[in-house]
């Protein structure tokens, strides 16, 4: 026994070997080489779809603000439909197109957006955009300092997304963590410039309840925590 277990681990081995020595070597010009781009423009799978989509266009036309980029606003829609979120709850709505994205997501998990920002005029915006989408039933836009509104919610959030002030991130974190489901997400955005805020970096990568990825930080940059269960 001893002897067919030992002929087994040499052959393993062997064959591992065999697998690294012989694969070709990647060049030192190959690893230095842009990684190719294999993105296409989303494509809608029905009307209600089309109709959001079409709207985050026209929204990105005539943007004035700050807003998340197509790349990030996917890949958070991915996230909020996987994970079946039925409460998100955002900290700097702009004007909305984040909350375009999120909404992709949440006409199939039958929930709701509750968006929190101070400023009237960027509110009004997303409003018209919101109701451009025919989405304005899943999403309610909260007016006032997020830091004051946002934590009078009391019911459990499947995803929180911070895209408000940097220098109030850790603050947020800290008031509404407690709030997040075991199993949900933190997603902040701005992870790569402008630079993050220092005390979020060091709150997210070291509490040994949340477990962070930072992603796409050729652009701005998301990071992505989750609550351990």
Not at 23 to 52: T, W
Not at 120 to 130: K, T
Request: aromatic share 6%; hydrophobic share 40%; charged share 25%.
């Amino acid at each position: 026994m001893r002897m067919r277990t030992t002929r087994r681990a040499t052959a393993a081995v062997c064959l591992t070997g065999a697998l690294f020595f012989g694969a070709p070597a990647m060049s030192l010009a190959q690893r230095h080489e842009p990684a190719p781009n294999y993105q296409k423009p989303a494509v809608a799978k029905d009307d209600g779809e089309k109709r959001i989509l079409e709207a985050i266009v026209a929204a990105r036309e005539g943007e004035h603000y700050a807003n998340v980029s197509e790349a990030d606003g996917r890949l958070m829609r991915q996230l909020v439909e996987a994970v079946g979120a039925r409460r998100v709850v955002e900290l700097g709505t702009s004007t909305g197109e984040s909350g375009l994205w999120f909404s992709l997501a949440l006409r199939k998990t039958g929930g709701k957006l509750y968006t929190h920002d101070i400023d009237p005029g960027r509110l009004a915006v997303a409003r018209a955009n919101f109701k451009k989408a025919g989405v304005e039933d899943l999403i309610v836009v909260v007016e006032g300092d997020a830091h004051e509104t946002a934590v009078k919610n009391t019911e459990p959030i499947d995803v929180l997304f911070i895209d408000a002030e940097k220098d109030g991130y850790d603050r947020y974190l800290k008031e509404l963590l407690p709030l997040v489901r075991p199993g949900g997400l933190i997603l902040a955005h701005n992870m790569h410039y402008p630079p993050p805020n220092p005390r979020y970096l060091e709150a997210v990568t070291t509490n040994p309840d949340l477990d962070t990825s930072f992603v796409l930080m050729d652009g701005p940059g998301l990071g992505i925590t989750i609550k351990k269960r």
